[in-house]
């Protein structure tokens, strides 16, 4: 089974309004990460997030994680157009080396 | 600046056929190597991963086969490919263990 799960399957905005994204986990993590894929492409790193920390920014992004309730969420403001992507969070599930990604989020920001 | 490669960018093979699939990074020594698999609308998986030359080890049992005969070299391989091996194909690497990864473009692979 999948140790991250994003949440929605899909989300579809309109450009300027801000999108997100959660994702829930099984099991005690070191840190959670989150990715971008677009289309027929290979994922960009976005952001990584310890479990000792509880918020992160990078730019427009905005990651939270909550240990207690094994759950992140990503928060794109003011997005447009080319934040158009899917979405994966990856955890590593206490181990060492080896991440564990969810199904994605699908994200659409119309013009 | 690192980069990773990764070719061919799409292959189309008959049932049956052998598969090479290639990974280099250049700018970086010593990195940890991964092998991805992406089937349409999922996740990603883990296939291998090679933390040194010649250290690779296996995720998921199947007919695919890694190998690392360079430092920043990792090699997908097959002997005979089956109609399940489709997919999207993605070689990442890190710098280190739990680090974040950096993903080359992917290979689109259609078995017919």
């Known amino acids: 089974s999948q140790q991250g799960e994003e949440d929605p399957q899909a989300l579809s905005i309109q450009e300027g309004e801000n999108a997100t994204m959660n994702c829930s986990y099984k099991?005690?993590?070191?840190?959670l990460q989150w990715y971008r894929q677009n289309s027929g492409r290979g994922l960009v790193h976005l952001i990584l997030?310890?479990?000792?920390?509880r918020e992160k920014h990078s730019g427009r992004l905005r990651v939270t994680l909550d240990t207690s309730k094994k759950s992140s969420s990503l928060l794109i403001t003011a997005s447009r157009a080319a934040d158009t992507a899917s979405y994966f969070c990856a955890t590593d599930a206490g181990s060492n080396y080896k991440l564990t990604f969810g199904k994605g989020t699908l994200l659409t920001v119309n013009p | 600046s690192q980069t990773i490669h990764q070719w061919p960018a799409t292959l189309v093979q008959p049932v049956g056929s052998p598969l090479s699939l290639e990974c280099t990074v250049e700018g970086t020594s010593n990195p940890n190597l991964y092998w991805y698999r992406q089937a349409a609308g999922r996740g990603l998986q883990l296939l291998f991963y090679s933390v040194g030359i010649g250290q690779i080890s296996s995720e998921v049992p199947q007919n695919l086969s890694a190998s690392r005969p360079q430092d920043r070299q990792f090699i997908l391989s097959s002997k005979k490919l089956l109609l399940s091996d489709s997919g999207f194909y993605l070689c990442?690497?890190?710098?280190?263990?739990?680090?974040?990864?950096?993903f080359g473009p992917g290979t689109r692979l259609t078995v017919t």
């Open positions: 997030i310890r479990s000792n920390e």
């Open positions: 990442a690497w890190s710098e280190g263990l739990a680090y974040e990864q950096y």
């Open positions: 099991t005690s993590i070191n840190n």
